[in-house]
């Protein structure tokens, strides 16, 4: 079945770190592929999505690439901020419902 | 912007009760989702509806949880009798019309502890 391996946390980096999370996936066809952040108390929140292969998915400084001869949509930063510091989710969806398939999360807290 | 609302934010209940959550999404939106999301691991989906209807109910523990959305607006997720590895957060997610490439949008949730 399809699934979603992100790599496992937390991440501590210190300000203006470059950040890389990856995340890698298995899916029958051609998935759409995103990446949603959760922030403390709050509901996920779309930060970027890539729908073909070999598309960019970029917001707010974070740039992920649809690699399909990989599998991979790993998240990128080049330059992280404490306000970054939050759970980040990789996710999948494919077929017709939109129905979302999410990795396990992985933390990340930036330090001054 | 238009939120998901969910109610109530936190519930403590006791194994064998029961217990309920409610979900209002954003108008207008016809596909609505609820997700369980154990502590350190991603939402896993319980249950779509696209309007009144449910799409998919695979991992719906039918035993003992029900979800229903009557009128295709709010819905409401009942557990009866709890069990202590109910304990979660839950999740809804709401999208215009439930196709592939559309953004979720998602509510604060419900974090329930069972005793």
């Known amino acids: 079945g399809n699934s979603v391996t992100q790599m496992e946390g937390p991440v501590t980096l210190s300000e203006e770190a470059f950040l890389t999370i990856n995340c890698t996936y298995t899916a029958t066809g051609y998935p759409s592929l995103f990446w949603y952040v959760q922030y403390p108390g709050e509901g996920l929140q779309l930060l970027l999505k890539?729908?073909?292969?070999?598309d960019k998915g970029s917001n707010k400084g974070f740039e992920a690439t649809y690699r399909k001869e990989t599998t991979s949509f790993h998240l990128e930063k080049g330059s992280v901020q404490v306000s970054d510091s939050a759970v980040y989710f990789c996710?999948?969806?494919?077929?017709?419902?939109?129905?979302?398939?999410f990795g396990q999360g992985t933390t990340l807290q930036v330090k001054p | 912007e238009a939120e998901v609302a969910q109610s109530p934010r936190y519930k403590i209940t006791e194994k064998s009760q029961a217990v309920a959550f409610w979900c209002d999404p954003i108008s207008g939106h016809a596909t609505l989702y609820w997700y369980r999301q154990i502590l350190g691991q991603g939402p896993e989906l319980l249950v779509q509806f696209q309007d009144e209807s449910v799409v998919d109910d695979s991992q719906l523990p039918k035993d003992r949880f029900s979800a229903e959305r009557l009128k295709g607006v709010d819905s409401t997720l009942k557990i009866q009798p709890a069990e202590l590895g109910d304990s979660a957060m839950y999740l809804c997610?709401?999208?215009?019309?439930?196709?592939?490439?559309?953004?979720?949008?998602f509510g604060s949730g419900t974090q329930l502890s069972v005793l």
């Open positions: 997610a709401s999208s215009l019309e439930g196709s592939t490439n559309e953004k979720l949008f």
């Open positions: 996710a999948l969806s494919s077929g017709n419902t939109g129905k979302l398939i």
């Open positions: 890539a729908t073909k292969a070999d």
